[in-house]
């Protein structure tokens, strides 16, 4: 049974004040039923102590946005997923749309992110999608089926199982159109598939596999109410103490 798993990824946003206060309201709105559903909150990286502190006596994870594939060394304005772990961080977003489309992460970089996360402790929250152009020419199974290949290349099932994969199709990102629960099953049914065919049917049915793009308290329920979707990864809406707690009610 897979437990269900709401994260809410703040993007460059807050602030040294508001991202402790939105940290505390989505502990204290969330505090009966946190035990139904994995949560966790994902601030830039400069605000995770803070919310780390903010959350310790709730059942809330905190996760990074981006973590870098080697410990330590000269690698300039980078952060470690060691560094992350050390400062009480569970998660790590790898691959996140923006960092591929905006930043120009490539497959090969974001496979490095994952197996580095593993390697330091970390949770990685591998995310996948496609453009819309790729989904008009009916590429959307081509090109997740490439990301998730590509991302988790050279890992064993043991490594695969702490991470957790996102579908997140690009067009539904901060634009107000969110794939149709139809759509969405469709698709995280075929990378449930692929994992069984990639590892083994056990690790298929483990894998949680979560829905990200625009994400509000309206389409929750009924995003959550799909086989194959286990949790939602929430951008906007997060930013909201009680849209968010409205979202985790909903996967509840
Ligand atoms: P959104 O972002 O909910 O604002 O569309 C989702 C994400 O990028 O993870």
Redesign the pocket.
């Known amino acids: 049974m897979r437990k269900p798993f709401v994260a809410g990824?703040w993007?460059m946003n807050t602030d040294s004040h508001t991202s402790v206060s939105l940290a505390e309201a989505v502990a204290s709105g969330s505090s009966d039923i946190a035990e139904q559903v994995h949560i966790a909150v994902i601030p830039p990286f400069v605000y995770i102590p803070a919310v780390v502190k903010a959350v310790s006596n709730a059942r809330i994870a905190v996760g990074a946005q981006d973590v870098y594939y080697e410990q330590k060394g000269a690698f300039t304005g980078e952060i470690s997923s060691s560094m992350l772990k050390d400062i009480g961080c569970t998660y790590a977003l790898c691959g996140?749309?923006?960092r591929r489309h905006v930043i120009g992460e490539t497959d090969e970089l974001v496979n490095k992110k994952v197996g580095a996360a593993i390697s330091g402790g970390l949770l990685p929250i591998l995310?996948v999608g496609e453009l819309i152009e790729q989904r008009k020419a009916s590429q959307t199974e081509q090109v997740v089926t490439k990301q998730i290949k590509n991302g988790l290349q050279g890992l064993s099932a043991g490594k695969v199982s702490a991470v957790t994969i996102?579908y997140?199709p690009v067009w539904?990102?901060?634009?107000g159109l969110t794939a149709t629960p139809q759509q969405a099953q469709e698709v995280h049914a075929l990378i449930r598939k692929l994992i069984g065919e990639m590892y083994d049917s056990q690790l298929a049915g483990e894998i949680r596999i979560l829905y990200?793009?625009?994400?509000k308290p309206s389409n929750a329920a009924e995003l959550m109410a799909q086989a194959d979707i286990d949790g939602l990864?929430?951008?906007?809406?997060?930013l909201k103490a009680d849209d968010f707690v409205s979202i985790i009610q909903a996967a509840a």
């Open positions: 990824n993007k996140h749309s923006e995310c996102a997140e539904a990102i901060g634009t990200g793009g625009s994400v990864l929430v951008g906007g809406a997060s």
